[in-house]
């Protein structure tokens, strides 16, 4: 487990490239450790906001230069002084946002929800996962099961992990058919999900034909519809008549969200996951007399990540499965190509020996 001195790392220069870079392998300061990364995932948001062009603004805009990826998983092999609970050899995922740790926020878990000046989220505005080595906070890891791949932890750093609260919030049980507008990533994992906490009917909708088919391959959906003028009454009929308990939408699409909710019947629950866009929709036929309630929901808290690997192993499923493309650091340009293409599910970096414990 020997450490290097100098390591590759890929930056997002924001005009669809990436370049890769030499770095110094970073020293541990006080609380902190170094992490040989195994493996990184792209996540939807690197391509909206970093990939393409630096849309993000202000404190949570992507500081250039730095390394990318904020779905990292890896092999702590250097501890810093004072640590309390994490030491080298552990495998762990980095929750990706550091936050100050001290606000009403931070008290909460929810790291992401952090304003302080002293948040910085990883592969944002502090270097994250697609370096061969991490820079990590203690406070920011979450102990990664022996049952769980690398690739099933870096999945968990932010999708999965986001994908779980929003469902934690509306409630999933084997009462519910459930809705899922966007078979992206995001919203395959919330049919993984949906389908482990007994979800019985479950129904997606997607224009993407590779996604439509990956969602079927994978037995994640029992109907599946592409948008058109008669999808709602398609989930109406397929429903008995009565429309979905849950629907939770993945696609950030107006067309989307206005289905989501109008699919959804009397008291029923939906969240929105999907980032950026609008919603517009008509309070009283669509959701007062109905009775139902619209959730946001943003990433997740530290202790909702930890209870999720625990879940990930007592229904045995693995994130990985969503895996459909792994490259190496050497390719990442490709990688990330592929992603903004959407012609794939879940795109991975993987480093070296995923079996090193
Ligand atoms: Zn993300
Ligand atoms: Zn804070």
Redesign the pocket.
């Known amino acids: 487990m020997a450490v290097k001195m100098r390591m590759k790392g890929a930056i997002l220069p924001g005009n669809s490239t990436v370049e890769l870079k030499e770095f110094d392998v970073p020293k541990p300061g006080y609380g902190q450790v170094v992490i040989k990364t195994k493996a990184t995932t792209i996540c939807g948001s690197d391509i909206r906001c970093i990939y393409r062009e630096h849309t993000g603004k202000g404190a949570e805009g992507y500081i250039p230069g730095m390394i990318a990826g904020h779905e990292p998983c890896g092999l702590i092999v250097e501890e810093g002084e004072g640590l309390r609970r994490f030491k080298k050899g552990d495998r762990v995922i980095v929750y990706h946002i550091s936050?100050?740790?001290?606000?009403?926020?931070?008290?909460r878990g929810y790291?992401i929800?952090?304003?302080?000046k002293?948040?910085a989220a990883y592969g944002w505005q502090r270097n994250g996962g697609m370096g061969e080595y991490i820079l990590a906070d203690e406070k920011d890891l979450i102990a990664l099961p022996d049952e769980l791949s690398y690739k099933d932890g870096a999945q968990v750093a932010c999708g999965f992990g986001t994908v779980y609260e929003a469902i934690e919030k509306i409630g999933i049980s084997g009462n519910d058919a459930v809705l899922v507008t966007g078979l992206g990533p995001v919203g395959l994992a919330t049919l993984m999900l949906c389908k482990a906490l007994g979800a019985n009917q479950l129904i997606g909708v997607e224009m993407n034909d590779y996604r439509i088919e990956l969602a079927k391959k994978l037995g994640l959906v029992t109907e599946v519809f592409k948008p058109g003028d008669d999808t709602l009454d398609k989930i109406i009929e397929a429903t008995g008549g009565r429309g979905v308990e849950k629907a939770i939408d993945c696609s950030a699409s107006d067309p989307g969200r206005q289905l989501a909710i109008r699919a959804t019947h009397s008291y029923g629950k939906i969240a929105f996951v999907g980032e950026g866009g609008t919603c517009s929709f008509n309070p009283s036929p669509d959701i007062i007399h109905g009775q139902k309630t619209i959730y946001g929901s943003w990433v997740t808290s530290l202790w909702r990540m930890e209870e999720l690997v625990d879940r990930l192993v007592r229904w045995k499923i693995h994130p990985d499965e969503l895996i459909t493309h792994e490259f190496s650091i050497d390719d990442a340009g490709e990688a990330y190509a592929l992603m903004a293409s959407g012609q794939c599910g879940k795109v991975a970096v993987i480093f070296g020996d995923q079996d090193e414990k």
Do not use: A, E, L
């Open positions: 936050g100050c740790g001290v606000c009403n926020d931070c008290r790291y929800s952090c304003t302080s002293f948040r």
